[in-house]
Every structure is written in C-alpha cells, then in structure tokens.
C-alpha cells in the first residue's frame, strides 16, 4: 500500500486556489444599465454635451425684424428664431421652444439650479413669449437647422426604380393593345395605382420604368381603378395623347374640337364593368343619379364616400351610373352590367352598396354588414323574373382558388370588361400635330378602338360556377 506524504502536495495553496470565495479579476466590472440588465465591463459613456447654434444678437433699433411693414412694438423669443430660420417650417421651430430647448445667456447672478443641472453655467432656458432684448444671444439645437433639410423623394423617380427581366415580361404580358398614342392593359387586382414613398409596385411607375419603349417619357395614367378593381386601364404614350384623353374622361365637352369625326367619336365612348353583388336590384335596369360626397374619419387620417344631402351644401358631385342585371340569383348573388357616365371615386361601390342596396362582393368597405348577413343567413337560389327555383350543381375538377365566391374570404369582384376609346393615333401625327380630318397616311383605320379584358381568375371560377351549371 502507497502512502502519500502530506508534507509534499501544496495543499494550502491548492486550497485557495480552488476555493469559492475567491475574489474575481479585478478587471471585470459588473454594471446595471438602465433596464436592469447586468453586464461585464466598464460603464457606458455619459451622454455627449448637445451641440447648440448661436443666433446673432439681437439688434437695437426701430425695426429689428426687416422686411415688415410695420415695426412690431415687441419681438417674443420665437419671432426672432423664425425670421432667422425662414426656410424651417413653423411647427419645427415650436416644437424645441416646447421640449425647453432653447437658451439664451445670462448673468452670474441668474445662474439657477436648473442651468447647475443642465451643465451651461452661463445658458438659462427661456419660453417662446419671452421678449426680446437689444444684445439678447439665442441658442438652440442644430437639430432646427436641419429641419431645412426635406425628403428626398416625395413619390418614386423612374430613374431610381430598375424592374428585372421577369418583371418586365410581366409587365409586356399585361399589354392588350399598343400604337403610337396609348397603351391598354389588363390591370390585375391587388396592385396600386399611383405610387408613393412606402409603394413601390405601383402601375405608373412600373408602366413608366418598363413600357417606354424607347421613348423619352414613360405612359401616363388617363383615368384609374382601385387597387383591387381589375380591368382595362388606358395610358397615353405622348403628352398630347394624354391630355385629350384626360379630358375626354373627365367630360366629354372638354374634348371636342373642330373635327366632326373626333367629336362623333367622343359621343360613343363608353366603359362597362361587370360586378358580382349580393341580392338582386328590384328593377332589372336603369340609371343612378345619385350625388357623391366625401367624409373623413380618424382625424382626417382615412375618408369614406358616401352619398350627398339632397340639399348640396356639403360639396356635392353629380355621379351617374347605367346598370343592367345579367343573371339570376345564384347563392343569394347576382350579375350586373355597370356603365359609369361620370368618373367620381369610387363611384361603382358606392352606388352598388347604398344606392342599389346590393354591396359588391368581397367590398367589405361598403358592404361590411351585408357581408356578415350574407355568411350566415344564404339566400335560395330562384329566377327573379318567374320565380322559378333553380338547383346549383358544383362542377367537378374545378379548382377552387381563394377569393372566388366560394372562398371565405372572397376578393372584390368588380372588373373593367368593356372599353370603346376614340382612335387618337389617326388625329396625332408622330410629332403632336393635330389633324382634324385624320393624318394622310392613316386615313382608312378605324374612328374607334374598342377593348374586351378577360376576367380574373377568381371572378372567372365565380362565374363559371354561377353561370354555367345550373340544372
């Protein structure tokens, strides 16, 4: 048996080396941030002085303020900061007399507690109101000048926007028709209209960055559809093309000329949607003439069209709309042709929904309420004109995509189908010139354009289901 001698293991060193109450490195140091959170190391920096901006004195003088009229008697604190920041916006020079950020020098006898805690011995805080004095210095953050600086993009520049090849084969596959003058596509649902600084897949910017072709100046919007409303949408390629287009949009006595052609084609110009809506209108046909007004709500953040007093005293505009029904009722829905013959906002919704009483399916906007009635109490299915029942089959090996009719949560089934434009590119020549009688080298092509855009894939499975299988 070994014996081991204790005289030779170091066992009082071994001892307090292994021993737990042991002081730690004296380069670690533990800190508490201020969300109670502990760490190694040593403490963060305090924060850094703020860096101020001095004005220049106050002059003395019986107009302090130059280019007034008439010389103010007093001169407040935020008067002077404002005339010397007459580029930064009012609210911005407010709002650092507000959070107390703003100084002006005193005197070794006004040094307070306030200037001790703030480290500026020699600056006091001072409010907006205060008076002027001749060789009175203000101080205040830089922060306010700037405030000079604005966005750089209020909307999305072309330039700054660079479409891939995939996109821009999207993009060409949405073109139905395309001359010298204007582009017709077939816009999808879900995708905006005009952009801005959050939007980026907007049509006329996309439009603009991928359909030149060639030209100086992308294709501009002539009218606009919702962002979920899918159909045709015209774009003029030239600014002449354009404007007349514009007008002929916004009325149809803004456009007429001269030429007894063009204003013959103006006459029948036209645009008809199909939308799917819940219920059946009580007269099988007929017009809408029913004032449209706007409302806003959440303090001006979001508005609401709604239909106008009768008296007009709420900025009233006239909205016309011809309507047709094209079906039966199929699961508590039905059908209808609409012809708008003013272009207000939203102006198909609205009518469907309050002056129809018949929301639009999948308009939850307008039709939030009918919506929930229509889920749980369905309607039965009959012919309005005889009353007779009618016995819906679902088809077989149709695939049921989300948002047609039988979806939960179905998309808006409204669509541009239909759209006769006068032919502009007989009356424009290559360089803007207008040509009452037509251009000579075009002279026999048509007066008119007329355009038909298949439907969705969601409003064409809705369809077929409701349109196509009845026993």
């Known amino acids: 048996m070994l014996r081991r001698r204790l005289g030779t293991w170091p066992w009082p060193a071994a001892r307090r080396g292994l021993s737990r109450l042991a002081p730690p490195a004296p380069a670690a140091v533990v800190r508490v941030d201020s969300n109670n959170v502990a760490r190694l190391g040593a403490p963060k920096p305090g924060p850094r002085p703020r ?34 920041f007459a580029d930064v916006p009012q609210e911005v020079v407010q ?27 020699h600056l006091k805080k001072i409010k907006h109101s205060e008076v002027m004095e001749p060789g ?16 750089r993009y ?21 073109v139905i028709y395309k001359d010298s003058a204007i582009l017709v596509l077939n816009k999808p649902p879900k995708v905006p209209m005009k952009g801005n600084l959050p939007v980026h897949n907007s049509m006329d910017v996309l439009a603009a960055a991928a359909l030149s072709y060639g030209n100086e100046e992308g294709p501009k919007l002539v009218h606009r559809l919702d962002r979920d409303t899918s159909g045709l949408l015209l774009m003029g390629r030239t600014r002449e093309s354009f404007t007349r287009l514009h007008w002929l949009f916004t009325s149809i ?5 001269a030429s007894q052609a063009w204003n013959a084609a103006c006459e029948s110009y036209l645009q008809r949607y199909w939308a799917l809506v819940i219920g059946t209108p009580t007269e099988s046909e007929g017009i809408i003439s029913a004032p449209l007004t706007k409302v806003l709500l959440d303090d001006g953040k979001a508005e609401r069209v709604i239909l106008a007093h009768p008296s007009g005293i709420d900025g ?30 939203h102006q198909l919704r609205v009518h469907c929904a309050e002056a129809l009483g018949t929301p639009i399916v999948g308009d939850y906007k307008y039709g939030w309420f009918v919506h929930q009635r229509w889920k749980q109490n369905p309607q039965p299915d009959f012919e309005p004109f005889t009353g007779e029942p009618y016995k819906l089959r679902r088809p077989e090996g149709l695939e049921v995509q989300k948002g047609s009719v039988l979806s939960k949560v179905p998309l808006l089934h409204l669509h541009c189908r239909e759209m006769v434009v006068p032919n502009i590119a007989k009356f ?16 026999e092509k048509p007066n008119l ?18 349109s196509s299988y009845l026993v």
């Open 95 to 121: 709002a650092h007399f507000n959070k107390r950020q703003v100084y002006t020098e005193c005197s070794d006898q006004e040094v307070s507690a306030e200037s001790i805690w703030c480290r500026k011995h």
């Open 253 to 257: 006595k803004l456009a007429r000329t």
């Open 136 to 151: 009175m210095r203000i101080h205040l953050p830089v922060s306010v000048a700037e405030a000079e600086i604005k966005k």
């Open 154 to 174: 209020e909307t999305i520049p072309t330039a700054t926007l660079h479409p891939n090849r995939d996109e821009i084969e999207y993009l060409k596959r949405l």
């Open 51 to 84: 860096q101020l901006l001095s004005l220049p004195p106050f002059p003395a003088g019986a107009d302090p303020l130059p280019g007034r009229n008439v010389a103010p008697r007093r001169v407040t604190a935020v008067s002077w900061v404002k005339h010397c």
């Open 449 to 466: 354009l007329r355009f038909i855009a298949p439907l969705p894939a969601h409003m064409k499975i809705s369809w077929n289901i409701m």
């Open 316 to 345: 009233a505009q006239e909205a016309v709309t011809e309507y047709r029904v094209m079906g039966p009722t199929i699961n508590g829905c039905s059908w209808i042709e609409l012809r708008p013959l003013t272009g207000r906002k």
């Open 428 to 443: 424009l020549s290559n360089t803007g010139e207008w040509h009452d009688n037509g251009t000579p080298w075009s002279k």
